[in-house]
């Protein structure tokens, strides 16, 4: 490799500290759940709905390609923190909000080096993923949160009863054919004990 002088970047290790940014952060939780576990599995869901895409429904999609965007698709917390969804959403804040996402999203491609800003600046900034991608990841974060909120349920958490309704109601408003399959087919065995699980009774 040829000699060049290596300019030092933050980038990483702003990523490395989503593990300690805590979501639903108004709410008592029993189980806490932070950005970068929320991160991993909302690319687990979002390559499922992706394989979904293509092996069932005959969709030209790349599997690897969401996974990878899902995985930074929260990326801009590491500086913003996570916005609770009742502020990031309430009418008064959504634009403020979007646009600093955009703002902080770009702030850290500049952190990059040169050679690295293309292959990263196209993961981190939603508005240049494509729109199938996109919509497969936004389903996969919707699923996740929900799948929290059911979590918390079946822990005695009465916390959450609301917000798995808001979030329920929001898969079906935006129900597609991959989540569909999904929940058909995944679904109920998210309610199973460890030994259920184990004895294959989803």
């Known amino acids: 490799m040829p000699s060049q002088d290596f300019a030092h970047?933050?980038?990483?290790?702003?990523?490395?500290?989503?593990?300690?940014?805590?979501?639903?952060?108004?709410?008592?939780?029993?189980?806490?759940?932070?950005v970068a576990q929320h991160s991993w599995e909302v690319a687990v869901l979002a390559h499922a709905l992706a394989v979904i895409s293509r092996d069932v429904l005959g969709q030209a999609v790349d599997p690897q390609a969401v996974a990878t965007k899902a995985l930074f698709h929260d990326a801009s917390e590491a500086i913003t923190g996570d916005l609770p969804t009742p502020v990031k959403y309430s009418p008064a804040m959504r634009h403020a909000t979007a646009h600093l996402e955009d703002e902080v999203s770009q702030e850290m491609v500049a952190l990059l080096p040169q050679a690295l800003r293309p292959a990263l600046s196209g993961l981190i900034d939603?508005?240049?993923?494509?729109?199938?991608?996109?919509?497969?990841?936004?389903s996969a974060d919707r699923l996740a949160a929900w799948?929290?909120?059911?979590?918390?349920?079946?822990?005695?958490?009465?916390?959450f009863e609301q917000a798995e309704q808001q979030v329920k109601g929001k898969i079906e408003q935006h129900m597609t054919p991959e989540v569909e399959?999904?929940?058909?087919?995944?679904?109920?065995?998210?309610?199973?004990?460890?030994?259920?699980l184990m004895q294959g009774e989803a």
Not at 126 to 138: G, I, S
Not at 183 to 194: E, P, S
Request: hydrophobic share 35%; glycine share 4%; aromatic share 14%.
């Open 9 to 34: 970047s933050p980038f990483y290790a702003h990523l490395s500290r989503l593990r300690f940014i805590k979501r639903w952060g108004l709410m008592r939780n029993a189980v806490e759940e932070d």
């Open 181 to 196: 399959y999904f929940l058909k087919t995944f679904g109920q065995a998210y309610d199973l004990t460890l030994d259920s």
């Open 147 to 159: 799948l929290k909120c059911r979590a918390e349920l079946r822990y005695g958490n009465r916390e």
């Open 126 to 138: 939603h508005h240049q993923w494509p729109e199938h991608e996109a919509r497969l990841v936004k």
